[in-house]
């Protein structure tokens, strides 16, 4: 299999939930203050079968453009490649790129693609009165005839299985690819950064922090024990990576294929 990053830049966000671009270099964190400052980088898997797709990240950037799209390009694929759309769940900065602008009208972004979303996750994102959710995204979505839902856990075919973890949102999910014993991990919120394996803590963004904080214990300790390649979606650095423990300690190494 061949794993992209489709890094889309670094963004602070604070209680708007507006996803301001920040750049290290010119942008001073004084600036925006009470704002969290994160990486997004959604992620292309080629297996024999597919062009996997995992979260689609903004989809934009600052001046309009579906930097989702580019991205996309830039890894030598086209969209219309794209066969396979797995979210883990629709918060905006998971499910912006799911949609594309075509002239002030939102048509899907992967004509040719299957989305998968946990019903549950889909239900509350009408359900709930929250500005993490962008249902003028999710009514494209829903006319177009491309959504696969799933109910708890399972696998969509041989190579690809799912599972609830709850803990961010309630019906988050994680997934697991596996192709000539080779297997990719893909935690989304649950573990989006590696360094987030080498602490305890609990955040503050997760609806459930203390269930979270210990699925990142969980993972953390699978991922070692099974040799998976991990994809971070929020990470610095390391986006895709190995986990390995030594006695009590754990160790992030960057995985180049």
């Not at 996803?19 to 992620?43: C, E, G, T, Y």
Request: proline fraction near 3%.
């Amino acid at each position: 299999m061949k794993v992209t990053a489709l890094h889309e830049g670094s963004y602070s966000v604070d209680v708007s939930k507006k996803f301001i671009p920040f750049n290290p270099l010119v942008d001073k964190v004084s600036d925006r203050p009470a704002s969290l400052f994160i990486f997004i980088q959604p992620f292309l898997v080629k297996t024999k079968e597919d062009l996997i797709l995992l979260d689609t990240g903004l989809g934009y950037n600052s001046e309009g453009k579906s930097v989702l799209h580019q991205n996309i390009k830039d890894a030598g694929y086209n969209p219309e490649d794209v066969t396979k759309v797995l979210m883990s769940h629709l918060h905006y900065d998971h499910s912006g790129g799911m949609v594309l602008d075509n002239n002030g009208k939102l048509d899907v972004s992967f004509v040719n693609a299957e989305y998968y979303i946990q019903r549950g996750e889909w239900e509350t994102a009408y359900s709930k009165n929250s500005t993490s959710y962008k249902t003028e995204i999710f009514d494209v979505l829903q006319r177009s005839g491309q959504i696969h839902f799933l109910d708890g856990d399972g696998k969509i075919n041989d190579q690809i299985s799912y599972e609830i973890t709850g803990g961010h949102t309630q019906f988050h999910q994680v997934f697991l690819i596996e192709e000539d014993g080779e297997k990719i991990f893909f935690g989304a919120d649950i573990v989006p950064e590696p360094e987030q394996l080498q602490r305890k803590f609990i955040a503050k963004y997760d609806l459930d922090g203390k269930k979270a904080m210990e699925l990142r214990i969980k993972y953390g300790e699978l991922a070692s024990d099974n040799k998976w390649i991990c994809l971070f979606y929020h990470a610095k650095a390391k986006s895709i990576a190995k986990v390995m423990r030594k006695d009590d300690a754990i160790y992030i190494e960057e995985f180049t294929g």
